[in-house]
């Protein structure tokens, strides 16, 4: 049978258009969630793309990955050292600190190759009709220059290489209207925070500016003596600062301007002719290009100029951090570098130039990760790090391969932002709460795009994320005397849920997404439901609220075994629809669960309690004991 491939919303709104009954002869695969969302809104019946494969395969391939990109990541290197000795003297690896983005990279086109292939192999089609669109003219992530934007149409752009081994049909050209992607630092952000959240901003205000200038100049007039680390970001060490500050440690934010803008002409600190000779060379290389092939398809083509730009313009840019952030420590006397994330990658070449400033440099854990496996940790926090903080034991555990490799000191000592969250008052969050009805919320899980790499199994897909929320949303749509309100992520897009609902006749759901924030929400809710199980879900675990958990996504064995006790858990949807279903209409669901019980969080979240005094006064002996090299 013929198919017809539908990659975006756009794409989907065109052939319902051209085929206004909904009738075709022809297969119809949606390979993304806001394909299908269009298809099913008009009642058009078609498979996912995930129809055509086994999820462990992809994992499997997935994972095997990681070690095709470290090779990437070792020859880009080594090229780029030959032309430069005086890197290797200094074993300046600037692939290997944008490791993060090149996965990211890497999976968005080989498991999409992947897919397409295995759909092809199953259908067998004679004629595949795509879209020969245009791109859109506003694309995702400017962030990072080496990633894809959001709406790039990566599906179309693989079928566009050669060796398929089927005909293709290219309907007429579209140009899709640029969908607005509000990024967390953007005016409009901005704007609507500080106007939904005033108190808030007057705090900040106080407690980073004015807070920050009175304690430094109590420290002079007492005449302490003070010890200044360059902070490179995270929610742990600012929620921390009070207890760092009665130590004497005082955190200087990283000087932005060693980042570099990607748009600006660089050419001062690197021969670039030496550089773009090195990616002459770099192109002959057969196991190099060897490395970008998924069966008979060679995506390398669609990676080359991003290659390039990492090669050309950003090793330059990361070799600047490098050098400027010596001269800075050097002459502000910074005793260490604490950091979250080390990404953007100009934070791994700073952490290299600490490192041989004889400085330590301190990550300390900036999200939820090790109750399921997390293999890109380790590239994105762990490496160029001596010491890494976490949030539990649990986490120390899971990480002891990645401390050996990485050479690196796991310490596990909660997150402070949890144990704040634990202590707070209850707060109010003024929504429309009819009737006194109670209120369901429902942090939506978010949407990856583009940007998806393999780190757990099953492999986490946006189509299937897609059918979990709506199938959720049905759920709560026909119990009317709840209001329900469902948090969308700020950031990344989602699928029109919001069309979803009302088409349906469901007006007990609310859409909210950047009018507040999930620890703004949880006070005023009586159940939280969580389809994927990430820092989400640990902000609802610091309250006593009921949880449903959906947990298909492979907690390890001794995390789900720890979150039981705590929250309803299912690995079935149908599981979770029927017990959600019967607990909001009062009936029995037949399990018990502890609301007060903490072991899961103790275990990846708070620790012992009294974790910002305990990481400041790790981080005070490790500057006062450190020997002045690496350990």
């Given at each position: 049978?013929?198919?017809?491939?539908?990659?975006?919303?756009?794409?989907?709104?065109?052939?319902?258009?051209?085929?206004?009954?909904?009738?075709?002869?022809?297969?119809?695969?949606?390979?993304?969630?806001?394909?299908?969302?269009?298809?099913?809104?008009?009642?058009?019946?078609?498979?996912?793309?995930?129809?055509y494969y086994e999820p462990g395969d992809l994992y499997k391939y997935g994972v095997e990955n990681y070690l095709k990109?470290?090779?990437?990541?070792?020859?880009?290197?080594?090229?780029?050292?030959?032309?430069?000795?005086?890197?290797?003297?200094?074993?300046?690896?600037?692939?290997?600190?944008?490791?993060?983005?090149?996965?990211?990279?890497?999976?968005?086109?080989?498991?999409?190759?992947?897919?397409?292939?295995?759909?092809?192999?199953?259908?067998?089609?004679?004629?595949?009709?795509?879209?020969?669109?245009?791109?859109?003219?506003?694309?995702?992530?400017?962030?990072?220059?080496?990633?894809?934007?959001?709406?790039?149409?990566?599906?179309?752009?693989?079928?566009?290489?050669?060796?398929?081994?089927?005909?293709?049909?290219?309907?007429?050209?579209?140009?899709?209207?640029?969908?607005?992607?509000?990024?967390?630092?953007?005016?409009?952000?901005?704007?609507?925070?500080?106007?939904?959240?005033?108190?808030?901003?007057?705090?900040?205000?106080?407690?980073?500016?004015?807070?920050?200038?009175?304690?430094?100049?109590?420290?002079?007039?007492?005449?302490?003596?003070?010890?200044?680390?360059?902070?490179?970001?995270?929610?742990?060490?600012?929620?921390?600062?009070?207890?760092?500050?009665?130590?004497?440690?005082?955190?200087?934010?990283?000087?932005?301007?060693?980042?570099?803008?990607?748009?600006?002409?660089?050419?001062?600190?690197?021969?670039?002719?030496?550089?773009?000779?090195?990616?002459?060379?770099?192109?002959?290389?057969?196991?190099f290009k060897s490395l970008f092939r998924y069966g008979g398809v060679d995506f390398y083509p669609l990676l080359w100029?991003?290659?390039?730009?990492?090669?050309?313009?950003?090793?330059?840019?990361?070799?600047?951090?490098?050098?400027?952030?010596?001269?800075?420590?050097?002459?502000?006397?910074?005793?260490?570098?604490?950091?979250?994330?080390?990404?953007?990658?100009?934070?791994?070449?700073?952490?290299?130039?600490?490192?041989?400033?004889?400085?330590?440099?301190?990550?300390?854990?900036?999200?939820?990760?090790?109750?399921?496996?997390?293999?890109?940790?380790?590239?994105?926090?762990?490496?160029?790090?001596?010491?890494?903080?976490?949030?539990?034991?649990?986490?120390?555990?899971?990480?002891?391969?990645?401390?050996?490799?990485?050479?690196?000191?796991?310490?596990?000592?909660?997150?402070?932002?949890?144990?704040?969250?634990?202590?707070?008052?209850?707060?109010?969050?003024?929504?429309?709460?009819?009737?006194?009805?109670?209120?369901?919320?429902?942090?939506?899980?978010?949407?990856?795009?583009?940007?998806?790499?393999?780190?757990?199994?099953?492999?986490?897909?946006?189509?299937?994320?897609?059918?979990?929320?709506?199938?959720?949303?049905?759920?709560?749509?026909?119990?009317?005397?709840?209001?329900?309100?469902?948090?969308?992520?700020?950031?990344?897009?989602?699928?029109?849920?919001?069309?979803?609902?009302?088409?349906?006749?469901?007006?007990?759901?609310?859409?909210?997404?950047?009018?507040?924030?999930?620890?703004?929400?949880?006070?005023?809710?009586?159940?939280?439901?969580?389809?994927?199980?990430?820092?989400?879900?640990?902000?609802?675990?610091?309250?006593?609220?009921?949880?449903?958990?959906?947990?298909?996504?492979?907690?390890?064995?001794?995390?789900?075994?720890?979150?039981?006790?705590?929250?309803?858990?299912?690995?079935?949807?149908?599981?979770?629809?029927?017990?959600?279903?019967?607990?909001l209409s009062g009936e029995s669901i037949g399990e018990k669960v502890d609301l007060e019980d903490k072991e899961f969080?103790?275990?990846?979240?708070?620790?012992?309690?009294?974790?910002?005094?305990?990481?400041?006064?790790?981080?005070?002996?490790?500057?006062?004991?450190?020997?002045?090299?690496?350990?």
């Amino acid at each position: 049978m013929d198919i017809i491939l539908l990659e975006n919303e756009g794409q989907s709104q065109d052939f319902v258009k051209k085929n206004k009954n909904g009738k075709t002869k022809k297969q119809i695969i949606a390979l993304t969630p806001f394909a299908a969302c269009v298809l099913e809104n008009n009642g058009i019946h078609f498979k996912l793309i995930e129809d055509y494969y086994e999820p462990g395969d992809l994992y499997k391939y997935g994972v095997e990955n990681y070690l095709k990109v470290e090779r990437i990541c070792s020859l880009i290197d080594r090229y780029i050292q030959e032309a430069y000795p005086s890197l290797s003297e200094i074993d300046f690896k600037p692939s290997w600190y944008n490791y993060s983005s090149l996965k990211t990279l890497y999976d968005t086109l080989s498991i999409r190759a992947f897919q397409l292939t295995k759909l092809l192999e199953v259908e067998n089609p004679e004629i595949v009709t795509v879209h020969d669109e245009e791109d859109p003219s506003s694309v995702g992530d400017n962030y990072d220059p080496l990633l894809f934007g959001f709406n790039e149409p990566i599906y179309i752009k693989l079928l566009k290489l050669p060796n398929w081994k089927c005909k293709f049909s290219y309907s007429e050209k579209i140009c899709l209207p640029a969908i607005p992607v509000t990024e967390s630092g953007s005016l409009k952000h901005k704007i609507i925070l500080v106007l939904n959240r005033p108190s808030k901003l007057c705090v900040f205000l106080i407690n980073r500016i004015i807070g920050r200038w009175l304690s430094t100049a109590m420290n002079v007039v007492n005449n302490k003596s003070s010890m200044y680390v360059f902070l490179g970001g995270g929610s742990e060490w600012l929620d921390s600062d009070k207890y760092l500050k009665e130590r004497g440690i005082y955190c200087i934010d990283i000087p932005k301007h060693l980042k570099r803008e990607f748009k600006v002409p660089f050419a001062q600190e690197m021969d670039v002719k030496g550089l773009t000779e090195c990616w002459i060379k770099l192109q002959k290389n057969e196991e190099f290009k060897s490395l970008f092939r998924y069966g008979g398809v060679d995506f390398y083509p669609l990676l080359w100029e991003r290659l390039k730009l990492l090669v050309e313009n950003i090793t330059p840019r990361l070799f600047y951090a490098y050098t400027e952030a010596l001269k800075i420590i050097k002459r502000k006397r910074i005793k260490a570098v604490v950091l979250t994330t080390k990404y953007p990658a100009f934070l791994q070449a700073v952490s290299v130039a600490a490192r041989d400033s004889g400085i330590p440099v301190i990550t300390w854990q900036h999200a939820a990760y090790e109750h399921s496996e997390s293999p890109m940790i380790p590239y994105s926090e762990m490496m160029n790090s001596d010491f890494h903080f976490v949030f539990g034991n649990n986490v120390a555990k899971g990480l002891t391969k990645a401390a050996k490799r990485f050479d690196v000191q796991v310490v596990p000592v909660g997150s402070e932002s949890l144990n704040l969250l634990c202590k707070r008052d209850a707060e109010l969050f003024e929504t429309n709460k009819r009737n006194n009805k109670k209120i369901v919320f429902y942090p939506l899980g978010r949407y990856s795009q583009n940007h998806l790499y393999i780190a757990a199994p099953p492999p986490f897909s946006d189509n299937i994320l897609f059918d979990i929320q709506r199938e959720i949303l049905s759920v709560l749509g026909l119990h009317k005397d709840y209001e329900v309100i469902a948090k969308i992520h700020p950031i990344y897009e989602t699928p029109n849920l919001q069309r979803y609902t009302k088409d349906r006749g469901f007006k007990n759901i609310k859409f909210l997404k950047y009018e507040c924030s999930v620890t703004d929400i949880l006070p005023s809710a009586d159940i939280v439901i969580v389809d994927t199980p990430t820092t989400s879900l640990f902000h609802t675990l610091t309250t006593q609220k009921p949880i449903f958990v959906y947990t298909r996504y492979n907690l390890r064995e001794e995390a789900i075994q720890l979150l039981r006790r705590r929250a309803y858990c299912y690995e079935s949807l149908g599981e979770l629809k029927e017990a959600l279903d019967n607990y909001l209409s009062g009936e029995s669901i037949g399990e018990k669960v502890d609301l007060e019980d903490k072991e899961f969080l103790k275990a990846y979240g708070i620790h012992d309690g009294n974790c910002g005094e305990k990481a400041a006064e790790l981080l005070d002996n490790i500057i006062h004991d450190y020997n002045g090299g690496r350990r």
